[in-house]
């Protein structure tokens, strides 16, 4: 270089922390998206499942016959489209959220550690609110009429930390693999897209010939058993770490488009 | 004198287009400089690499003495203004402004609320529902307000309409000689730009075909006018950038001329007249006017 070039002064340069935490707030500062509206559906889908067991217990009025429904009502899904509503947050997080932050001049490091802790922060906020309303299902008898929504099936009826655990590492999961889906859009387009869904057909497909060929699906569904759901929440892990650190690599290398 | 930014012989392709092919350029501390073209001549992509928002394919680029890739010291200190910027779904301008502080230091709330009224932007709006012109003013407030050091306005004003374009201009120069800062603008308005300009950037298809202080690019280009026979006698020889006539007069954009040569064409009752910014721009950015980069 011919000239002294302008160096950067030491006072003005900030710490990581402030760094990534402003990210965590720029993910929080508009929780309408994410906290209100979620919440507002899970209340209306709570009292539209809460009308109808009044219904069904009305007419059905034969002991025997309404324990048999409340073995039924173990199987309720109503409560799980939290998981997906949640992974579609994190896939706006990192589309929309991304470029902007991009123009704030944040680093694709600070934006991907800060995104991390924004999902892992809802994760545990939605995670405490439903074990918290799980007990509450518990302590009541299922509302008083042997409902069933956070304690389906699906889930843990452990001790809280139990249950606590198998709601977070699901809804990490479902987070985690939506901001990789993202960062690969972000990336790649729709090509991205393309490639990702046709590469998840084929290991499915794969994963499947080979549990059949090799006869292992009493094997796999003896697993599935003996390990619900605690083991399954800890397997969980594997994949959402995954995600995490692959959406990270992907975002790496990502340039925001209009 | 110092350099903010430093781009030596910067190449990139998408695929088998070039979109910046071996551009090298520097830009002074605390000047406004033009980054000027037509759509496609690749000021987009320079602006989107010297903020690290794109990758070079080959060349270096170096801003505040640092390569900006992934680099907050270097990030810290800028700020991108896109007309095509996206905002996080259901934000308001309320939600740019309030988390904008938390990213700019230098960022001036009170200046950012009085921009706000000058614009009129009615901030409790979801930014989907503002008007083209309104979304133009978010970044164009969030580009003065942050007072970054460094900062890019990427044709920052679509939609805006003259009386806030001048609005915009008024606030940048005061604002600049208040807080002196380096700003990267480009821009189709080059007219009204050309006094704000110290420096001039002119690409075209990926290429740097200008890289002068506003002041030489204006004189580097000259208009003589006059009876047609007289004209043409007098630009003999010389490369002609540009020729309209009508009737029988003839008006020919040619290079600089020194006081003996403009004093001559004087004498021989030709007007001799400046050409404007734009005037020089469209004229080194068309077709024809390669002959006349590769002779100057």
């Known amino acids: 270089m011919t000239t002294i070039g302008v160096t950067i002064p030491r006072a003005t340069r900030s710490s990581t922390l402030d760094r990534i935490l402003a990210v965590v707030r720029l993910h929080f500062i508009n929780p309408k998206g994410f906290i209100w509206l979620p919440l507002a559906i899970m209340a209306f889908i709570f009292l539209v499942n809460y009308l109808v067991w009044l219904i069904i217990f009305a007419t059905v009025t034969a002991p025997a016959e309404q324990a048999d429904v409340r073995q039924g009502l173990q199987y309720s899904g109503a409560s799980l489209f939290i998981f997906v509503y949640m992974m579609v947050v994190a896939v706006q997080a990192i589309n929309l959220t991304f470029p902007f932050a991009q123009g704030y001049g944040v680093t694709r490091r600070d934006f991907a550690l800060g995104s991390a802790v924004a999902f892992v922060t809802l994760s545990a906020l939605f995670s405490i609110l439903w074990t918290a309303l799980s007990l509450l299902e518990d302590a009541t008898g299922g509302w008083g009429l042997g409902g069933s929504m956070f304690t389906a099936a699906y889930f843990s009826d452990g001790p809280w930390f139990e249950r606590f655990f198998v709601y977070l590492a699901a809804f990490l999961f479902f987070v985690f693999i939506g901001a990789a889906t993202a960062a690969a859009y972000v990336r790649w387009k729709a090509m991205g897209m393309y490639v990702f869904f046709a590469a998840l057909t084929v290991a499915i497909v794969a994963a499947g010939a080979i549990i059949t060929l090799t006869g292992s699906w009493p094997a796999v569904g003896e697993w599935l058993a003996a390990s619900w759901p605690v083991g399954i929440a800890l397997w969980s892990l594997v994949p959402t770490l995954a995600s995490a650190a692959l959406g990270y690599l992907i975002l790496r290398r990502a340039t925001p488009r209009s | ?296």
């Open chain 2, 1 to 296: 004198m110092s350099e903010v930014i430093d781009v030596r012989g910067v190449t990139r392709r998408f695929g088998s287009v070039s979109a910046l092919d071996d551009v090298s350029f520097e830009v002074e501390e605390n000047t406004i400089c033009g980054l000027l073209g037509r759509n496609g001549a690749g000021k987009t992509t320079v602006m989107q690499l010297l903020t690290a928002q794109d990758f070079v394919t080959t060349g270096s680029i170096s801003v505040f003495g640092e390569n900006p890739v992934e680099n907050p010291r270097v990030l810290d200190r800028v700020c991108f203004i896109k007309e095509s910027q996206r905002y996080p779904d259901d934000f308001t301008a309320r939600h740019v402004f309030r988390s904008a502080p938390w990213f700019f230091r230098g960022w001036d709330a009170a200046f950012a609320e009085s921009l706000i009224a000058d614009f009129r932007l009615p901030v409790d709006r979801r930014i989907k529902k503002l008007s083209r012109g309104q979304l133009s003013a978010v970044g164009v407030i969030v580009g003065l307000a942050s007072r970054a050091p460094l900062t890019f306005f990427d044709e920052p004003y679509l939609g805006l309409d003259a009386v806030a374009r001048h609005l915009f201009y008024d606030r940048l120069l005061e604002d600049y000689a208040e807080h002196p800062r380096t700003v990267v603008l480009s821009t189709h308005l080059i007219d009204e730009v050309s006094n704000l300009l110290e420096h001039v950037l002119v690409l075209d298809e990926g290429r740097l075909v200008m890289d002068l202080p506003a002041e030489e690019a204006r004189a580097s280009a000259t208009t003589v006018t006059g009876a047609a026979t007289a004209v043409e006698q007098f630009v003999a020889g010389m490369p002609v950038m540009h020729r309209d006539s009508l009737g029988g007069l003839l008006s020919v954009v040619v290079g600089p001329l020194n006081s003996e040569s403009r004093d001559a064409a004087r004498a021989q009752g030709l007007e001799i007249s400046p050409v404007s910014l734009q005037q020089l721009v469209i004229r080194t950015t068309d077709a024809p006017a390669r002959e006349f980069e590769a002779s100057a």
